[in-house]
């Protein structure tokens, strides 16, 4: 049983455009952190969110934590080559341990 | 450089090879883990270490050994491998339980021929 679901898997959209991926799980969080992998390197940090209806910018990045804690969103405004990468959602499950997402699979076409 | 160091970025070996992967933070964190990235396949936790202490095992076959000699670095010794267990093996590092995520190295890519 996989504990957070991303969705799409894939997604390709050109560059300019809008979107958001989603995370989503049966289960409540206590934070959840969203990551960016890009080739050939390791995850890195983007942001948590602990709060439940919190919204945090990062740039053209808007990430959301739902009202109950269970699910979150990333929004991305006008898309750049940059944002291509495999985005990946993580919450501590039991013993505060990182359990990442399936991932979502961004390429922006230039 | 993310402040987890881990080398070889790229290894090809045998299944009768034995070789080791190396993990080294200078980040001051106390919890160190190894986990296992395949195509198609969500990140597997593989191993904790918390103060050098190894805190959890998730079922890993005994053909892989992880050494935590001290708080800045960890091994994972291979031996015996099969090819699927070809994948990305990524190094990460927290303090605080993870509450402030997680600093991974940039993974040493195994292929098992």
């Known amino acids: 049983t996989q504990l957070l679901e991303q969705s799409p898997q894939f997604l390709s959209i050109q560059e300019g455009e809008n979107l958001t991926v989603y995370c989503n799980s049966s289960s409540v969080f206590s934070s959840l952190q969203w990551y960016r992998q890009e080739p050939g390197e390791g995850p890195v940090l983007l942001v948590t969110?602990?709060?439940?209806?919190e919204v945090k910018k990062l740039k053209r990045l808007t990430f959301q934590f739902g009202d109950a804690r269970k699910d979150s969103s990333l929004h991305i405004t006008a898309a750049q080559t940059g944002d291509t990468g495999l985005y990946l959602c993580a919450a501590p499950f039991g013993n505060e341990k990182l359990t990442f997402g399936t991932g979502t699979r961004l390429t922006i076409i230039p | 450089e993310t402040g987890v160091t881990q080398t070889p970025r790229h290894l090809v070996m045998g299944m009768t090879n034995k070789k080791s992967l190396k993990c080294e933070q200078h980040l001051g964190h106390n919890a160190m883990y190894w986990y296992k990235q395949s195509a198609k396949k969500p990140l597997e936790l593989m191993f904790v270490?918390?103060?050098?202490?190894?805190?959890e095992n998730n079922s890993v076959p005994s053909r892989f050994s992880p050494e935590c000699p001290n708080s800045s670095h960890l091994f994972l010794h291979l031996h015996t491998l099969q090819p699927e267990d070809s994948a990305l093996y990524l190094c990460?590092?927290?303090?605080?339980?993870?509450?402030?995520?997680?600093?991974f190295g940039s993974g040493t890519r195994l292929t098992v021929v």
């Open positions: 969110v602990v709060t439940g209806g």
């Open positions: 270490y918390n103060f050098k202490e190894q805190t």
């Open positions: 990460a590092s927290t303090n605080n339980g993870g509450k402030n995520g997680y600093t």
